[in-house]
């Protein structure tokens, strides 16, 4: 992302703790129902996520992207960092419309993103895994 120094984009982007990648398919990420964190950007945290506990696999579950203002309230939330306040988490899907994996940003500020946020990084995904 491009911004001038003074970009509200600049100022949000700052607050982001995580930008991870976790993929579900068998060849890449899930192993024994266990969600395995294949890329990130961020401090070192969980490497492993238990299937049916928190925002990743509520957004797998649920098919659709999931935003959590306050973590701190998200049932079954799996606290890899105790900086993080709120979250999103965007399904990766294919053309057919198979998830392969999920877009998990979290952020140290509570109710951080909205849904212009997900509307954007959904047509991002889309352009990607689409």
């Known amino acids: 992302m491009i911004c001038d120094e003074n970009s509200e984009s600049r100022n949000t982007l700052s607050t982001h703790l995580w930008s991870i990648r976790n993929f579900i398919d068998q060849d890449e990420g ?3 129902d ?3 964190v294949w890329c990130y950007q961020g401090p070192l945290a969980c490497q492993i996520l238990e ?3 928190g925002v990743c ?3 797998i579950q649920q098919q659709k ?3 959590v203002p306050d973590v701190e309230q998200f049932p079954g939330h799996i606290a890899c960092d105790s ?3 709120s979250e999103i988490a965007v399904p990766l899907k294919d053309a057919g419309g198979n998830i392969k ?3 998990d940003i ?3 500020l509570i109710d951080n993103f909205n849904e212009t946020d997900a509307k954007w990084l959904e047509k991002i995904i889309d352009m990607v895994y689409g």
């Open 57 to 59: 696999w509520a957004a």
């Open 101 to 103: 994996g999920v877009l």
């Open 106 to 108: 979290d952020s140290q």
């Open 51 to 53: 299937k049916n506990k």
């Open 65 to 67: 992207t999931i935003i």
């Open 34 to 36: 266990e969600l395995i």
């Open 83 to 85: 900086r993080s306040r």
């Open 30 to 32: 899930l192993v024994d």
